[in-house]
């Protein structure tokens, strides 16, 4: 079974930066997508990003202009790249693999301070 392992994840002030990273245990090649999802408290889980296995990407309107998703294959890890954070970007955030089976990590905690 494929397991997805997220880190990245903090505390960090209005304004600041970081980098959520996840490493499936398999190879990268074997998901026609994978995505970032995020879930705040008393809220659904929602779309953040996602990326085909042909580039192809789509983003949330919220997050749009300030964060960015990408992989390197080589490092056979997805990325998500979070600037210009907002206390409203609050959440677990979660990895997403869709292939012969969609597989979730176990999510990572970002909070934005006002």
């Known amino acids: 079974q494929v397991q997805l392992v997220e880190s990245g994840g903090g505390l960090v002030q209005a304004g600041g930066s970081l980098r959520l990273s996840c490493v499936p245990s398999g190879s990268i090649f074997a998901f026609n997508i994978m995505a970032w999802y995020r879930q705040a408290p008393g809220k659904q889980r929602e779309l953040v990003a996602l990326?085909?296995?042909?580039?192809?990407?789509t983003y949330a309107d919220s997050v749009k202009g300030r964060f960015t998703i990408s992989r390197d294959n080589a490092k056979n890890t997805l990325y998500l790249q979070m600037n210009s954070l907002k206390p409203e970007d609050t959440a677990v955030y979660y990895c997403?693999?869709?292939?012969?089976?969609?597989?979730w990590g176990q999510g990572t905690q970002v909070t934005v301070s006002s």
């Open positions: 997403n693999a869709r292939g012969p089976v969609t597989t």
């Open positions: 990326m085909t296995n042909l580039g192809g990407t």
